[in-house]
């Protein structure tokens, strides 16, 4: 189920049909608030009432123009203006290949560059990671960028085999880590297949990054999972020292783990939630069914609904 999920993720005929079915607009709404800029401010404003900052991010990927990439950056300008405006603390997360890695990595790089410099003094501006043909071009925007914009952040997957040698490559750079398990279809020479290893490897990497920033390394984690048996033992663990209590967060995605939200907001722990919105929600929403094939019933129920 999982694999079908994925490769559905990739199918442009099913991306250009689906999305036009009402139950399926319908089911999705269970991950996002909508598809306009105001429905994820709203929705930011509604979590800051409970404590809780917002991510947003803007759904899309593998554009093929360059103008489509300004429409892209334009619209993060506006977002976090707006955000800003409405007295949000709220970050932002892109995709290289939302801002042109695919077409020119230099422009990519100009355009994460432009939104860093847009978000400094209001938060992170997080880069999603991709399916692992983007890992090194996204590893080396990273590296020429963080040192002329601190609050950049990468995201790094615990699923991928080289993912412990990236991790120690960027250290020096006091880097912002978003650390998740990974949500693309991979093959097993490059990802780990099994969930115990996935796992392994993520309360791995999250007690290395623990440990670089408790030695007085320079950075933060932000911890991207909605796994309980994980964040439970991470979140004590950065919690019971000065140094780690400051640099690190818990990450989850709208519509996911509400209870264990209100459960880790009622023990103070650091909590940011992240909004999607825009219309290219297919692969994305395929990816999140795949993450629980169980999701695929609430689609089900729409339809005989
Ligand atoms: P796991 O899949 O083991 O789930 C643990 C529990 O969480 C499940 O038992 C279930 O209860 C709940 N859960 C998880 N996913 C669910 C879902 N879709 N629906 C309902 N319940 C669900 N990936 C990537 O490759 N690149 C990226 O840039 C990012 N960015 C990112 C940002 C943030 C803030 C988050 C939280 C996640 C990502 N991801 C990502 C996705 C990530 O790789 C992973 O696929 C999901 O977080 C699901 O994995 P968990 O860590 O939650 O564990």
Redesign the pocket.
């Known amino acids: 189920m999982r694999s079908a999920l994925l490769w559905a993720s990739t199918n442009p005929r099913l991306a250009s049909t689906l999305p036009r079915r009402r139950f399926v607009r319908r089911a999705v709404r269970?991950?996002m608030p909508g598809e306009t800029r105001e429905d994820a401010l709203r929705e930011a404003a509604r979590l800051a009432t409970r404590g809780v900052p917002a991510?947003l991010?803007m759904l899309g990927e593998n554009v093929t123009t360059a103008r489509e990439t300004r429409e892209v950056v334009d619209e993060y300008g506006r977002v976090l203006a707006e955000a800003t405006e409405r007295g949000l603390d709220a970050e932002i997360?892109v995709?290289p290949t939302h801002l042109g890695l695919d077409l020119d990595p230099g422009l990519a790089a100009r355009n994460v560059a432009e939104l860093a410099r847009a978000a400094r003094g209001r938060g992170t501006v997080?880069?999603?990671?991709?399916?692992s043909a983007y890992t090194d071009a996204t590893l080396d925007l990273y590296r020429d960028l963080k040192p002329e914009h601190d609050n950049l952040g990468v995201?790094l997957?615990?699923?991928l085999r080289r993912t412990e040698a990236d991790l120690e490559s960027l250290l020096p750079l006091a880097p912002r880590i978003?650390l998740?398990?990974?949500?693309?279809a991979e093959p097993p020479d490059l990802a780990y297949p099994s969930?115990g290893d996935?796992?392994a490897r993520?309360r791995a990497l999250g007690r290395r990054l623990l440990g670089h920033l408790d030695d007085g390394g320079d950075g933060f984690v932000?911890f991207?999972?909605?796994?309980?048996?994980?964040i439970g033992p991470l979140a004590r663990d950065a919690r019971s020292r000065a140094r780690t209590a400051e640099r690190f967060e818990i990450?989850?995605?709208y519509?996911?783990?509400l209870r264990?939200q209100d459960a880790l907001v009622a023990e103070g722990v650091p909590l940011?939630?992240?909004i999607s919105y825009g219309a290219a929600w297919f692969p994305w929403y395929m990816?999140?069914?795949?993450?629980?094939p169980?999701?695929v019933w609430f689609v089900v129920r729409s339809f005989l609904r």
């Open positions: 269970r991950f991510i991010t997360s995709k997080w880069i999603d990671m991709e399916g995201c997957q615990s699923y978003r998740v398990k990974g949500a693309y969930k996935v796992d993520y932000g991207g999972t909605h796994d309980a048996a994980l990450e989850m995605l519509g996911i783990g264990a940011r939630v992240l990816r999140r069914l795949a993450e629980r169980a999701n």
